[in-house]
């Protein structure tokens, strides 16, 4: 039987309510239900990182959390981070670095990094290259995304 359940979250600020079966994962909830794709799924369990959103400030996969169980939390996707058409400063540096090819992997590795810095805002390179060692991208190499990163800790002031 496909249970559903009835949940509350709020996404970039606005709040949904909706009935969701209990076998549908976040990352779907978010691109199905709530037209938001820029959240990508790749792998579907948890091994690449592309599906990473903010739960409750917290980068988290989406793939292998069920939306219900995301009831009552407060989740940010890569749609919420500019400000207006101002792209946040990891998004810039991300641009500005060419630290994006396909940008397949670009979304949650924007939002590792945006939880990341927020607990260190002066990162040394190997902390970044830890930070973002559960995601996978197959075209750049690393070295730029590592880069736009560093770029985008020297920018950030506390106002960001
Ligand atoms: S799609 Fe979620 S970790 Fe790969
Ligand atoms: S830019 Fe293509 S997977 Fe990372």
């Keep these: 039987m496909n249970k559903k359940e009835r949940v509350?979250?709020?996404v970039n600020g606005s709040t949904f309510e909706s009935l969701v079966s209990r076998r549908k994962s976040l990352v779907d909830?978010?691109?199905e239900d709530l037209y938001l794709t820029g959240t990508k799924k790749g792998c579907g369990t948890g091994d690449c990182g592309s599906c990473v959103v903010l739960v409750n400030g917290e980068a988290r996969?989406?793939?292998?959390l069920p939306a219900y169980r995301a009831n009552g939390t407060e989740i940010v996707t890569i749609e919420g981070i500019a400000t207006g058409r101002r792209l946040s400063p990891l998004q810039e540096a991300f641009v500005?670095?060419?630290a994006i090819q396909c940008g397949f992997c670009?979304?949650?590795m924007v939002m590792e990094a945006t939880a990341f810095l927020k607990q260190n805002p002066s990162p040394s390179e190997n902390e970044i290259r830890e930070a973002i060692s559960g995601h996978?991208?197959?075209c750049t190499g690393y070295v730029k995304i590592v880069e736009a990163?560093?770029?985008?800790s020297q920018?950030?002031?506390t106002d960001d």
């Design 29 to 31: 909830f978010l691109r």
């Design 136 to 138: 996978i991208c197959r």
């Design 149 to 152: 990163i560093f770029m985008a």
């Design 106 to 108: 670009t979304p949650g």
């Design 155 to 157: 920018n950030i002031t």
């Design 96 to 98: 500005e670095s060419g």
């Design 8 to 10: 509350k979250i709020t």
């Design 61 to 64: 996969t989406s793939c292998n």
